[in-house]
């Protein structure tokens, strides 16, 4: 057990070798289809000025923002008044001027309007980085974590949504991880406040419907009576929560809810439409309207997306939606983007208790050379270079030492082939390849050699 001197943050973690062969692996797989579909990286700054990042994600998302004390005697702004008697909040603007970034889309936001000069828009890009969340950490839940975020702004159109589900199902597919897409609509939610006569309390209607899946509907229930939802509102709502139709029966069902909600039917036309995109291309994954779908976040205005994994309980693996006006908090009106995020933590979770990582991930070497001596070594490094130069991963054992320990570490590193060249090998001019799986070995010419690895993956 790591001593407080040596371990990490609680919620933190150190990434050694073997996780970021992994991660790595994770990161390439969903950068490449990214790429696929037109794009492009973006950066952000760790930490963000907290005026860009108070407001965004509502109460409960505000109290979880890392804070960053001012640099230098940060308490020379407070003045001599009694600290411990100050306003909690007077006192954080006093000593702290920036956070840690919450999650990607805000600072992308704020990066859209800084640069709106020099973009081409719709812009569409994609961001992998850590994110930072004072939350309780549990299973699944870090307060340091990676998103991988891919957004499109500028654009209004249902074929932006279809395409981020046609980015999920293929993210998946290509992880191997069994998913259930889940998608729900704000102006729906709106809709349903409206029927219930609750308009003005839609976001808390929203933040107690959010927590469904994990209380179950009584204590949403609860939650909304002490909100001062009245009883009869909440009746109302629950035959919405518990119903248990396909999406085409879901549909009809709002449809009749909603005659006297506008807002709400264009919600229900919204996902309409977006059904009919889905069943047009090849989705393999399951697509859900989830009517209890929420996501707490206040910047969603539209189109709501969640993926959870089947059969594996980790919570969603992957979430987003449309914001209609999110840059406008900056000063740029009406520029709606679209976007979700990929939690690459869970998603290496599922992957290693599931046993999903392609076997042979693990060594970047592909080919190791024993050290027999100095003379040995000197021309096994001559031979290294071409090997490398054709692109093979390999690598000689620095010291000169027993046979037993050499293959040991090859075999604790998961290196497929060893090469042995001694004085016998080096006056032939070939190389003695070892299979280390099979134990076979083989003498080959270095064209031989290298015309074999061209062939392994």
Not at 153 to 176: N, T
Request: aromatic fraction near 8%; include cysteine; proline fraction near 3%.
């Amino acid at each position: 057990m790591a001593s407080p001197k040596t371990s990490t943050p609680k919620g933190t973690r150190d990434f050694g070798p073997d996780e970021m062969v992994r991660r790595n692996y994770i990161f390439s797989s969903i950068k490449n289809i990214f790429a696929r579909y037109g794009y492009l990286p973006l950066e952000t700054p760790a930490m963000e000025k907290l005026s860009t990042l108070l407001g965004k994600y509502g109460e409960e998302g505000d109290k979880l923002l890392f804070k960053v004390l001012n640099s230098g005697d940060f308490l020379s702004k407070a003045g001599g008044s009694d600290i411990s008697a100050m306003d909690r909040s007077r006192l954080v603007s006093i000593i702290s001027e920036k956070g840690l970034k919450y999650d990607l889309t805000v600072p992308f936001a704020r990066y859209v309007v800084q640069h709106r000069n020099e973009i081409n828009f719709p812009f569409k890009r994609y961001q992998i980085q850590p994110v930072w969340r004072a939350d309780r950490p549990q299973k699944g839940r870090y307060r340091e974590f990676y998103q991988c975020d891919v957004d499109v702004i500028g654009s209004r159109s249902l074929l932006s949504e279809l395409e981020l589900i046609q980015i999920i199902d293929e993210v998946f597919a290509g992880l191997k991880i069994k998913v259930k897409i889940k998608i729900n609509n704000r102006k729906i939610l709106a809709g349903l406040s409206e029927i219930m006569g609750q308009a003005d309390k839609m976001m808390a209607i929203t933040m107690a419907i959010d927590k469904i899946e994990k209380t179950g509907l009584d204590a949403v229930c609860r939650e909304l009576a002490e909100n001062d939802i009245p009883a009869e509102a909440i009746e109302k709502l629950k035959p919405v929560l518990s119903f248990k139709g396909d999406n085409r029966e879901k549909l009809l069902l709002l449809k009749k809810l909603f005659k006297e909600s506008a807002t709400g039917l264009e919600g229900c036309d919204e996902i309409s439409r977006l059904m009919e995109y889905v069943a047009g291309v090849n989705i393999n994954s399951g697509l859900e309207l989830d009517l209890s779908l929420a996501r707490g976040l206040n910047y969603y205005t539209g189109a709501i997306i969640e993926v959870v994994v089947v059969d594996f309980e980790i919570g969603s693996v992957c979430g987003g939606g449309r914001y209609d006006d999110l840059t406008g908090i900056f000063g740029l009106k009406d520029i709606s983007g679209v976007g979700v995020s990929f939690g690459a933590d869970r998603i290496y979770d599922v992957m290693l208790s599931l046993d999903l990582f392609p076997s042979g991930l693990l060594s970047s070497t592909k080919l190791m050379f024993v050290n027999f001596g100095k003379e040995e070594s000197l021309y096994c490094l001559k031979l290294l270079e071409e090997i490398r130069g054709a692109g093979i991963a390999a690598e000689i054992y620095p010291d000169v030492a027993k046979m037993k320990k050499q293959m040991s570490y090859a075999d604790r590193k998961q290196v497929k082939y060893v090469a042995l060249v001694g004085l016998e090998e080096i006056e032939k001019g070939i190389i003695s390849l070892k299979d280390m799986e099979t134990g076979e070995q083989e003498s080959l010419s270095m064209a031989q050699l290298l015309a074999k690895f061209s062939n392994i993956p």
